[in-house]
């Protein structure tokens, strides 16, 4: 092998969200005007006041780009993720939970008043989930949180398309 080799499979540059599952029904989504069974986006605070209504919840990691290099750790591969987070509590589970996985992400943190990107999913008794997603700090991955050296070292770059209309990760993507 030499230094130009590639070590790491696939670096993906995507949406960092923390999807917040809870057990829920009827009345609640009734209660919070929510479609059923729908996915909206939502801004920040209703994020934070749905958040504080909602029940006992589990948090995972997620976005586009994020389940897949899970998917693809779990089957071995060497990963590595680019995306933006807020220093905040859900910034630092999203952290927590790739690094947990064996994914290299090392993106620097944004710190201010946009936080970390989540989806608050209800899930009814007869399987219908509600999905509020809240982009947020993912939204703003600035081109100079592009890692180039952790490009270079992959095999594959996986780009979300999700994350291609904001103007700031375009052109981090753009750059990459």
Known sequence: MTASDPTLDVVAIGNAIVDVLARSDDGFLAEHALTKGGMQLIDAAMAENLYADMPQAKEISGGSAANTLAGLAALGKKCGFI??????????????????????????????????????????????????????????????????????????????????????????????
Do not use: K
């Open 83 to 176: 995306g933006q987070v807020n220093d905040d509590q859900l910034g630092a589970v999203f952290a927590h939970d790739v690094h947990a996985l064996g994914i290299r992400f090392d993106t620097p943190v944004m710190h201010g008043e946009v936080p970390t990107a989540r989806c608050l999913i209800l899930v009814t008794p007869d399987a219908q989930r509600t999905m509020n997603t809240f982009l947020g700090a993912s939204q703003f991955l600035p081109e100079s949180a592009v890692d180039f050296e952790l490009i270079r070292s992959a095999r594959i770059l996986y780009l979300e398309g999700y994350l291609w209309d904001p103007e700031q990760p375009r052109a981090a993507m753009r750059a990459a």
